[in-house]
């Protein structure tokens, strides 16, 4: 065999490829970034709290205060609904469209009666969709205070508000219900749900 005869190079061994499972785990920790980036937007670009819509019935007043002047730690705005019920008020509200998945409902309700009528009594109640989710009395007090804290298992078509006692007659005319810092909170949308892009409508 001759010794000066050139070697054959050896062929290149060709590139081992990395099983699919390991390419697939490679991706794992840049979807969990993706995912963290779109909650945070999802959280922090979305305005959370919302007021209820006057829809029809007894016509409250309303009043609306900056945070800076009142005390709700919800939101940027007080809002407070009022009524002089002379018998009996009903009032129905709404979630404002587009805001979502409403969650939570909250406030506080005042009931006031007049001087000199602390024999009367009245009573109120707040349903969503027809069903009853609070209610109260005040029986001899001049001012009682409620607080309204309820959990929504689905988003509500429509928030009803009543109320009704048995003076009507002079001097125990009217009693005074308010309803102070009405908030609704709200999930705020995903990122494939049109209201997601639309924050600041």
């Known amino acids: 065999m001759d010794e000066h005869k050139r070697r054959t190079p050896d062929k290149p061994r060709a590139r081992e490829r990395a099983p699919w499972y390991l390419k ?7 979807l969990c970034f993706l995912s963290f980036v779109l909650i945070g937007l999802r959280s922090a670009s979305f305005d959370q709290q919302t007021i209820p819509v006057y829809v029809s019935g007894s016509r ?15 939101t940027g705005e007080d809002t407070t609904f009022a009524w002089d019920v ?11 469209e587009g805001d979502g998945t409403i969650t939570v ?12 009528c602390g024999g009367k009594s009245l ?45 009507g007659t002079a001097p125990c005319t ?3 219900l308010t309803w102070r810092y009405a908030t609704l909170f709200k999930d705020p949308p995903w990122f494939w749900e049109p209201a997601f892009y639309s924050f600041g409508d």
Do not use: C
């Not at 697939?24 to 840049?30: D, F, H, I, S």
């Open 123 to 167: 009573k109120w109640s707040l349903a969503a969709d027809g069903r009853t989710i609070d209610r109260g009395t005040n029986h001899y007090r001049r001012t009682m205070t409620h607080t309204i804290n309820h959990h929504f298992s689905r988003t509500p078509r429509v928030i009803t508000l009543t109320a009704s006692w048995n003076g």
């Open 86 to 96: 002379s018998q009996r008020a009903g009032t129905t509200f709404r979630p404002r």
């Open 60 to 74: 409250p007043s309303v009043r609306t205060e900056s945070h800076s002047s009142g005390r709700n730690p919800y």
């Open 24 to 30: 697939l785990l490679a991706g794992v920790p840049a």
């Open 105 to 116: 409902l909250t406030g506080m309700l005042e009931t006031s009666l007049p001087p000199g």
């Open 174 to 176: 009217a009693f005074q």
